[in-house]
């Protein structure tokens, strides 16, 4: 089956990639990992990744996705044969992983979200902070009540149809999320104590830079650019032939970073000024920018606010990832819309609820000190996505080479040199790296 859905415009798939790309990744999650991997020993390599072959995936899954003009599967499968078909299934599967555990944390997002409504989130006392984000995750009932919630709203959101909607929330509310982050930043780095937090997320030493910090900045890479679990494929099989994609990619991979960066910005100068720990764990975010919205005036506006766009930001991703799979039960089981985000809304509920379930009481099952959430995210993150992006490469850089040249240089000439340096990063350098990385982690101890 053919997909004839098209984006309104450039800036209209700029913006459904970029919402896609910033989410829970740059904001809960690179604060904390940069905390847990030594600031800038994590941050740089990610830098180095993101512009390197980040952003070259980031065109090759937009050209497959743009010449196959189909799900993630029927896509891979059109431009690269059945085994192609059969690899982008997998990164179906790395869709529905991530959504699951994705959503849980989008219902602490909600939760919040609800405790700003009541006006109960300025408290500044870092140990009642700490106590409530733990009650919150720890009582079963609690974690998997606010996860239905937001799965809810990512179901009803696909069930409608993407465009629309999600489309038009994010272009006012992603740069409402940008400014709130700057008034945040200011507050913070205005602290006293604050930049010992600056100089911890830019201060690099060799002696920081370990191989688990590199594989960390790698898988983060490809969770904060959407690569490697057919997002970009299937956004790109809606977007025109008249876009370029080199520009439109490039967009994506910058606005990414600088929302990670900003949000890096935002959390750890108060984490210092604070006497927090910057290697704080989940918590991080739920329980160092409340700290701070309870050092201005206006608090309580400003939480509103910020988890408003909190829960957007995670909103336009969960969507994308739900799209994936939506595209594939549309078209591979020829059902229909509808039918389909119920059979996901019920199996990423159960599937979830493990997640949710996993900080209360069956956090007793670990596998190497993780609990299910952990192993889900670990998995996906630093295995499954990395194979997707993997997969993508053999298959624009080796099998369709000529497909790809053709759709980079569609619209505008671009120089052999700079061809050939996109075709060594996507041929080689991309496959190397994630090989090596898989090694390294599986074996590297
Ligand atoms: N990039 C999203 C984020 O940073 C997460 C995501 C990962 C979305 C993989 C789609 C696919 O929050």
Redesign the pocket.
Known sequence: MTNNAQWSSRLGFILASAG???????IWKFPFWAGANGGAAFIIPYIVFTFTIGLALVMAEVAIGRRGRGSVVSAMRRVGGRWFGTLGALGVLT?FF?LSYYSVVGGWCVAYLWDAIQGNVTINDANLLKSHFGHLVSTPELNVFWHFVFLTLTCGTVALGVESGIERLSKYLMPTLFILMLAIIVRGLTLPGAWAGVEYLFNFSWDKVTSNAILNAMGFTF??L?LG?G?LVTYGSYLSDKTDVPNASLWVAVLAIQAALLAGLMIMPAVFAFGLEPNGGPGLVFVTVPMIFSHIPFGGVFALLFYICLLVAALT?AV??LEVVTAYLQNEWHLSRKVATIVNWVSLFLLGSVSALSFGPWSGFTVSGRNFFDLLDYICSNYMMPLGGFAVAILAGWVAWPMMRQQITAVKPYSEAALSLLRIMIAFLAPILVAVAIYQGLFGG
């Open positions: 896609s790309a910033i989410g829970l990744g740059a869709s991530i969770f904060s959407s679990a997002i991703s994308s990832l």
